[in-house]
T-cell receptor
């Protein structure tokens, strides 16, 4: 089944403790992206990747890192999480970027930073 | 940057038609998308339309595009309880977000029995 898989689904952590949210897609998509969803703010893009070894900042990249060493994986790294990073995070992928093909979304990771 | 605006809430009776509206500012838009987000899930693509079209129909869904007014709408005929969700409009274009894609904040569709 074609899908985008994020792990974990739920995560509670403390301020400053490094964490990684994994994202994997099995559709051989070139483009991958991370979003955060907050009430009243909608979806905001954190980072995106047009292809392997190519990553770019989205609209809200501060406090996050990403890597794209392989086509299928695009992990999101929070080196020193803070409470304002408490949010619902989505990974997405598509055959090409810039909105030229539909995005496929994962089911989300709900992160709470205390 | 460019902007996409949607109403936050829409309430309709079961069996009626729902019309969710979206306006955008990017005059270079090439694709316009509608996504549906059910509780506890990610966004699922519902339908999309190319900017050179003015209408697209797919079963109970009708998308209308007025490019001159930069207005997009999604009509759901015979609305059912399973249609209760958040609906996101998104547009792609040169003036869009960091990667050319801009989402609206989403419209909560509430179904009254």
């Amino acid at each position: 089944e074609a899908q985008v898989t994020q792990n974990p689904r739920y995560l509670i952590t403390v301020t400053g403790k490094k964490l990684t949210v994994t994202c994997s897609q099995n559709m051989n998509h070139e483009y991958m992206s991370w979003y955060r969803q907050d009430p009243g703010l909608g979806l905001r893009q954190i980072y995106y990747s047009m292809n392997v070894e190519v990553t770019d900042k989205g609209d809200v990249p501060e406090g996050y890192k990403v890597s794209r060493k392989e086509k299928r994986n695009f992990p999101l790294i929070l080196e020193s999480p803070s409470p304002n990073q408490t949010s619902l995070y989505f990974c997405a992928s598509s055959t090409q970027g810039q909105g030229a093909s539909p995005l496929h979304f994962g089911n989300g990771t709900r992160l709470t930073v205390t | 940057g460019e902007d996409v605006e949607q109403s936050l809430f829409l309430s309709v009776r079961e069996g009626d038609s729902s019309v969710i509206n979206c306006t955008y500012t990017d005059s270079s838009s090439t694709y316009l998308y509608w996504y549906k987000q059910e509780p506890g899930a990610g966004l699922q693509l519902l339908t999309y339309i190319f900017s050179n079209m003015d209408m697209k129909q797919d079963q109970r869904l009708t998308v209308l595009l007025n490019k001159k007014d930069k207005h997009l709408s999604l009509r759901i005929a015979d609305t059912q309880t399973g249609d209760s969700a958040i609906y996101f409009c998104a547009e792609s274009g040169v003036g869009g977000g960091a990667d050319g894609l801009t989402f609206g904040k989403g419209t909560h569709l509430i179904i009254q029995p």
